[in-house]
């Protein structure tokens, strides 16, 4: 793997990658910044390496999934393979004035809170702080938003959002989920008043929930994480980003993630004496022990849609060191932050540094269609736009193998995650 990077020099909080911009908190305001400008702008210094910085910046999704096939057949021609590398090696890490990519800049207007989490889905920003949930819908053409609303008024420390649902972890004061959102299932119509109403508590301690499939995973603690079994009825293509679901309900009592059912009984047991931090990307699921070994294991759906099985578990890294604080699944891994460190992941190719200081925020974007290679740094320089080449980018068959230069391992076995 290899991560070329831009920085863009400036003061941010936060930031999130939606529909060709860059959402960037300041204080009280939110800042858009264009990704295709930036895209544009690298390839403007070094023409010869077009088109990889519009791949790596832009658009993901023209390198796997349907939209990716036109590519791949292409790769799997020599001379173009050989020529995307050639390209590649040009790119170089890149700094910039955050400034010149500047579209507008949007004054809040609420409370100076301190900024915990953000989250932006189905057009919606989503701010989590000290004073509680808020958010606002912006309409994207135009960069027009209207009134901040106040959804929450508890310590909101992540915000999770899918399948018209949004997740709020709230520490001691619990996990709280707002079923449909939007408003999708034809139901009465729910003013600004009674939004706050709409939050149920669904458990009573929470430091972060996350996905899988359907399913919502909560974490009370990073040892032990906990699956919510979910119901949901179809809705039309397009009213919920990519997504066709809408979540309408959820179980009372969640199961332990390492209770489940083995796939195999004879299979390796739970790490569960040593567990320091548990993760999960999608249906995959790593664990970190106390001497730093860390092990993947995944989710197995039966066609009959019971609940999922437990699979076996992989030791793929020895030695790991560092106090984590957050981990973020990228399309292939994830990214894990430390007190004073940034790693990426992957359960192909092992874990090696990418940042050496502390952040004041680290975002992957999962459930995005353009940007699941990428992930956001901010730190006290401004933030870091960082993209993942892999071999998988070059040639997917692993065939070509003049790749030294880029310290990319050919993989010849990468397999399909669900993100």
Known sequence: MKVIRVLLKGNFDDAFLYRDRIVAVGTNSLSMFSLSQIAAKIEEIEPKTIPIPTLLFQRNDWTFGKEGMPYRSMVRNPEIANAFIAAARRLKNMEFEAVQFLEKTIRLGTTNDILLDMNIYNGRIY???????????????????????????????????????????????????????????????????????????????????????????????????????????????????????????????????????????????????????????????????????????????????????????????????GHVIKTLPLRSGAVIETLDKVFLLSATDGIQEVYDSPCLSVRTFPQSRRYKDLFILVTKEGLWLNSVLDADLLDPHGKIIDVEQLKIPINLKRRATDF
């Not at 959820?250 to 040593?274: C, F, H, M, Q």
Request: glycine content about 8%.
């Open 127 to 321: 701010l989590g702080g000290d004073s509680g949930l808020y958010d606002c819908d912006l309409e994207w053409e135009k960069l027009a938003f209207e009134k901040v609303r106040h959804r929450f008024d508890t310590s909101c420390i992540n915000v999770s959002v899918k399948y018209g649902a949004v997740n709020i972890s709230c520490g001691d004061e619990g996990l709280h989920s707002s079923l449909n959102d939007f408003n999708l299932d034809q139901g009465p119509s729910r003013s600004i008043e009674k939004l706050s109403d709409m939050f149920q508590q669904r458990s009573s301690l929470s430091l972060r929930s996350t996905w899988c499939k359907t399913n919502v995973i909560n974490y009370a603690d990073f040892s032990n994480p906990q699956l919510f079994d979910t119901s949901a009825m179809p809705v039309p293509a397009g009213s919920l980003e990519a997504e066709t679901s809408l979540l309408t309900g959820i179980s009372e009592t969640p199961w332990g993630i390492w209770n489940l059912d083995r796939t195999d009984k004879r299979a390796s047991a739970v790490p569960s004496d040593y567990i320091d931090y548990t993760f999960n990307s999608g249906i995959h699921f790593y664990t970190i022990n106390q001497a730093g070994s860390i092990f993947e294991t995944s989710l197995k759906y039966p066609k009959s849609g019971d609940r999922p099985k437990l699979g076996h578990f992989s030791k793929i890294v020895d030695g790991f060191k």
